[in-house]
């Protein structure tokens, strides 16, 4: 992918999985530098250098070694910017003391501290108006209508039934509100916030985790009256908390009512979809952490991307001749278990229904590649 700006300056990634941000960056003009967890080829690919991240996916990321990390993979040359991702929801601590080393762009410590409590962000839709399932600490007495969260938690794999769950450290529970999820991606100056677009999220469910996130599409249109409503209720938030930088909101629509679900202060899963070599989508991000205005993509089409996951063990994944569409791509060589991510692949369509079924036809071509005598 050519850099956009002859610059080429080089920015640091830190996250689970870098590769959607370095491929952003790189439309934007930077030469991305990436510490995650896997290093795999697309990211070798777009970054100037990679590293893994100190930690691993159960236990999370290791505090004590992720400024060493950084400051190794960034050697000798001085960062434009410090873009964290998936991995830090959790660990404010984390963004905080990366803060003292280098220039962060996006949300501070106490902005992801406030948006990700559970409690603190009730408070702040209370104020605002903004309808928000009802959420406890305690475990409620009628868990069937319930669902149990990890505080900080990213992906959906964290969120289950609350049918036998009992209170615990870092869990809360949320009213379950039934009706038809759609994503909001936006950009947050501090005291305001513009939309970038829409999109619909789906699960692919496991027995242990039943909103396990599966893809998203993005939309073409959307109704009007409850974009104003959106925007409004997000500009309000953002003044209040200090959002910057892209961000985005997770909403439940069951006929004209609308529920905030929960906010995610940082780049996120539907980055790909939103993307643009016209008005690249870091430049936003960027702009806003300084508090300058930048253009925004628009979009004549819909775009859906879709995590293909294994159906069952893999001893050794196979060499594959990977069609165009596809990222995050499995090296050849590797086990998996039933479950674990084998890529993500786009597809693009004139509405959303046309490009989601596009996209699950190309996931399973795919998956014929290692289904095939396993």
Not at 94 to 107: K, Q, S, T
Not at 118 to 126: G, K, M, S, T, Y
Not at 298 to 318: H, K, N
Not at 321 to 329: F, L, Q, S, T
Request: with cysteine; glycine share 12%.
């Amino acid at each position: 992918m050519p850099a956009r700006s002859p610059s080429n300056r080089p920015l640091l990634i830190a996250a689970i999985s870098g590769r959607a941000l370095a491929a952003a960056a790189r439309r934007a003009g930077y030469r991305p530098l990436v510490a995650d967890f896997f290093c795999d080829d697309d990211t070798r690919v777009l970054a100037g250098r990679v590293a893994r991240l100190p930690g691993d996916l159960r236990s999370g990321i290791d505090g004590g070694a992720l400024v060493d990390c950084l400051k190794a993979l960034a050697g000798s040359e001085e960062p434009a910017a410090l873009v964290y991702g998936s991995g830090f929801e959790g660990r404010p601590e984390l963004i905080a003391e990366m803060g003292r080393h280098f220039p962060v762009a996006g949300n501070g410590a106490e902005t992801v501290r406030r948006t990700k409590d559970p409690q603190r962000l009730a408070e702040d839709c209370a104020a605002l108006g903004i309808p928000h399932p009802a959420f406890s600490w305690a475990a409620p007495s009628d868990p069937e209508h319930w669902v149990v969260k990890k505080v900080g938690g990213a992906g959906g794999s964290h969120v289950r039934r609350a049918d036998g769950a009992v209170s615990a450290p870092g869990c809360y529970f949320q009213r379950f509100v039934p009706g038809q999820s759609v994503s909001v991606l936006f950009v947050g100056d501090g005291r305001a916030a513009r939309i970038v677009g829409f999109s619909r999220q789906w699960t692919a469910p496991t027995p242990t985790a039943p909103h396990r996130y599966g893809g998203a599409v993005r939309l073409k249109r959307f109704d009007r009256s409850h974009a104003q409503t959106i925007s409004g209720w997000l500009s309000g938030l953002t003044a209040r908390t200090g959002l910057k930088g892209l961000c985005s909101a997770d909403f439940i629509g069951s006929g004209d009512a609308l529920h905030l679900v929960e906010v995610n202060p940082r780049p996120g899963a539907t980055l790909d979809i939103f993307d643009s070599d016209e008005a690249p989508l870091f430049e936003a991000h960027l702009a806003a952490a300084e508090g300058a205005a930048c253009r925004l993509p628009r979009f004549a089409d819909c775009m859906a991307s879709m995590i293909v996951y294994t159906r069952g063990p893999i001893d050794r994944f196979p060499a594959i001749a990977w069609p165009e569409g596809v990222a995050d791509r499995q090296s050849p060589g590797t086990r998996l278990q039933p479950g674990e991510p084998v890529c993500t692949a786009f597809a693009r369509g004139p509405t959303a229904a046309a490009s989601r079924r596009a996209v699950g036809h190309l996931a399973e071509r795919l998956r014929q590649n290692w289904e095939e005598g396993t």
